[in-house]
């Protein structure tokens, strides 16, 4: 199995691109978002990757982060999700908005993404509203970004070390909430639920302002 992969970006197209790992290139597809976050041709990428085995077809498939690689494999066990499709849904609302669009059950949210059409969409809350906060819950540890840290062909001037992808930095925002909230006793529905709203209707905030606003929401229940 092929979990990660480091290299030099060879080439780009629509939906893929092509990887040279010293010598070896790799063809890799990635959702939209992934594509627009590639560097330059040249510079040093790296992927976690998921590998989809067929009797006629072997395809990579990339993300930044494990936690977005964990969503795609998730989104895949629903009935009628293939690899594109779960790509397309991860293009469209990356892992955390995915996670958010699932735990409130919004299902125009999943519909947006291109070949998806609402019964498919219903059919992915349904099987996964319950699912959803587990993830969330790990989204700490699944956060980080992969980083290009071993695949140096040539001595190079050091460079400063990379900060975290925006999306991961908010996934681990997210996921430090709810483990908050599961802490008090909170149900992961419940808490999911709560800290899925706030962080939707104020995408900047901080832990604690998450805490404190998923707290009012459950206060009442």
Request: proline share 5%; no cysteine.
């Amino acid at each position: 199995m092929i979990g990660r992969i480091s290299g030099r970006l060879d080439w780009r197209g629509a939906d893929h691109v092509l990887i040279d790992v010293r010598g070896v290139g790799y063809i890799v597809h990635v959702s939209d978002r992934t594509l627009a976050g590639m560097p330059g041709f040249g510079e040093a990428v790296s992927l976690y990757t998921e590998l989809l085995v067929r009797e006629d077809l072997l395809q990579l498939f990339g993300f930044p982060t494990m936690l977005e690689k964990e969503w795609h494999k998730l989104l895949t066990t629903v009935q009628g999700v293939g690899a594109k499709a779960a790509m397309a849904i991860l293009g469209t609302l990356g892992a955390e908005g995915a996670a958010r669009a699932i735990t409130l059950g919004d299902a125009r949210a999943i519909q947006a993404a291109p070949g998806v059409g609402p019964k498919l969409a219903q059919r992915v809350i349904l099987e996964l509203k319950a699912k959803a906060p587990g993830v969330m819950a790990a989204g700490v540890s699944l956060a980080a970004v992969a980083v290009a840290d071993d695949v140096v062909i040539e001595a190079e001037a050091p460079r400063a070390a990379p900060r975290p992808a925006a999306g991961a930095a908010r996934a681990a925002v997210t996921a430090d909430a709810l483990s908050a909230l599961l802490n008090l006793g909170y149900g992961q529905g419940d808490a999911a639920q709560a800290v899925a709203t706030v962080a939707g209707d104020q995408p900047e905030a901080d832990t604690a302002t998450l805490i404190r606003a998923s707290l009012k929401l459950l206060a009442p229940r």
